[in-house]
């Protein structure tokens, strides 16, 4: 009866080590995923944050240009109001 039992405990311990093995390797592949995950992440956030940048640095040329745009438009209306005050001064005469 002892070496019944004996081989039972050790058949118990065969599998409880396969059964282990097999948790051991799901986890280093889960890890390895998550690894994985956090790398695309990485880039990803990298990618983001240049884009972030990209469109800010677009963002000021484009208020930078609509500022030249204004004064230029200014400029040319202060100029034919004064053409026109030209003229008007000439047909008073």
Known sequence: MYLCD???VEKQRVELEREMDDLSQKLD?????????????????????KLR???????VQNEAQLA?????QQDAVNELTEQVD??????QK
């Open 68 to 72: 030249a745009i204004r004064k230029k």
């Open 86 to 91: 030209q003229l008007q001064k000439v047909k």
């Open 29 to 49: 592949e889960a890890g390895g995923a998550t690894q994985a995950q956090i790398e695309v992440n990485k880039k990803r956030e990298a990618e983001l944050q």
């Open 6 to 8: 004996v081989r039972q």
């Open 53 to 59: 940048r990209d469109l800010e640095e677009a963002h």
